[in-house]
């Protein structure tokens, strides 16, 4: 089945008709191949060509399974109990695979992390109260939450735990998540060194031993030389959020995002030295590694998908090249056979 507003989606992508689409879909779901109807039905879908309908079935994939995931996402969330209009209006609303699990994470089973670990202690009234409120002292605030009982010891340990619920709500934070995952897409470069001790066995990725460029432009080849050699044991491959610098700034830009979307304002009130550790650890711990994960497997995925094309097209010139050829020797044996 195909749902009506994915095929108004899709008509608008390929400059097409709505029900150009729909014809195209019903013919793919009979099990014919894009070529065939390319060739062969035409008068079926209105004149699609080859492009236009690998683009829709490429399309078309995407979107059945984004509505596949966002049914299990709906249900998920439902039976926790945590359905709220607002939230169902936002999962349904979307057609990014990427925002849809951004929109879950708060709410993906995992295992107990700390932040949740302290909400059990009952740390996270400590928590509210300092971000909401610098003005208090934090060891002062904290001592009130001291209970060997429930594990936090001290106040140290009442203010890790503060931290940690935290770092954990924010990290999880749909919007801030699309903010800072933009910027690096637009800024970040990919960053290569070698492994320690591998130089002499890894010599043919030598010319990544020390190599880095942006992160969105990096051509296929090398995108997927890199990550051989993070295969192989003979890279490191990082991201470097703030490439303008020659030497790893002590604050990241994406750090000021992040204060920014939190509305996070510095006064030298008592707390905000604590909160802007918060922050600190937000990035470097919780949303780097998240991005940095996710948009080198978008990397790679492009690389792989572009490395695919170019075989595709190589092989097309190939065998498009030796046709006249082809054509000659058949008709040489056709004469000779009527002769």
């Excluded at 109990?81 to 990427?98: E, F, Q, R, V």
């Excluded at 208090?136 to 001592?143: M, N």
């Excluded at 009442?158 to 924010?170: K, P, S, T």
Aim: glycine fraction near 6%; proline fraction near 4%.
């Amino acid at each position: 089945m195909m749902n009506d507003s994915f095929c108004r989606i899709i008509a608008g992508e390929i400059q097409a008709r709505p029900e150009q689409v729909d014809a195209a879909v019903r013919l793919l779901d009979e099990g014919n191949t894009v070529p065939f109807i390319a060739r062969y039905r035409k008068e079926i879908t209105g004149g699609l060509d080859d492009t236009q309908l690998r683009n829709l079935e490429t399309r078309l994939s995407y979107l059945r399974e984004l509505e596949e995931r966002r049914q299990a996402i709906l249900k998920s969330i439902s039976e926790q109990g945590k359905l709220t209009d607002d939230l169902a209006k936002a999962i349904n609303a979307t057609l990014s695979k990427t925002e849809l699990e951004d929109l879950y994470l708060p709410y993906k089973p995992k295992r107990r992390t700390r932040g949740q670990i302290a909400i059990e202690a009952g740390l996270e009234p400590l928590a509210d109260l300092l971000w909401s409120d610098p003005s208090h002292t934090p060891e002062v605030a904290a001592a009130q939450y001291v209970d060997a009982d429930k594990g936090v010891a001290d106040t140290k340990a009442a203010l890790d735990g503060a931290r940690y619920i935290l770092m954990e709500r924010f990290a999880e934070d749909a919007a801030l998540l699309a903010k800072v995952r933009d910027y690096l897409w637009k800024n970040a470069h990919l960053v290569s060194t070698v492994v320690s001790g591998k130089e002499e066995e890894g010599a043919k990725f030598r010319d990544y031993f020390d190599h880095h460029e942006p992160l969105s432009t990096v051509p296929s080849h090398r995108a997927l030389a890199m990550f051989r050699g993070r295969n192989e044991g003979v890279l490191q491959l990082s991201l470097n959020a703030d490439p303008q610098f020659d030497e790893p700034p002590k604050e990241s830009y994406c750090e000021q995002i992040i204060m920014d979307h939190l509305g996070l304002r510095l006064n030298n009130a008592p707390a905000d030295s604590w909160r802007k550790g918060v922050v600190s650890w937000t990035w470097r711990i919780k949303v780097l590694m998240h991005l940095e994960t996710e948009l080198m497997g978008t990397v790679r995925e492009r690389a792989e998908d572009e490395a695919i094309n170019v075989f595709a097209r190589n092989l097309h010139d190939l065998l498009m090249a030796a046709l006249p050829d082809c054509v000659q020797r058949w008709a040489s044996i056709r004469v000779c056979v009527l002769g």
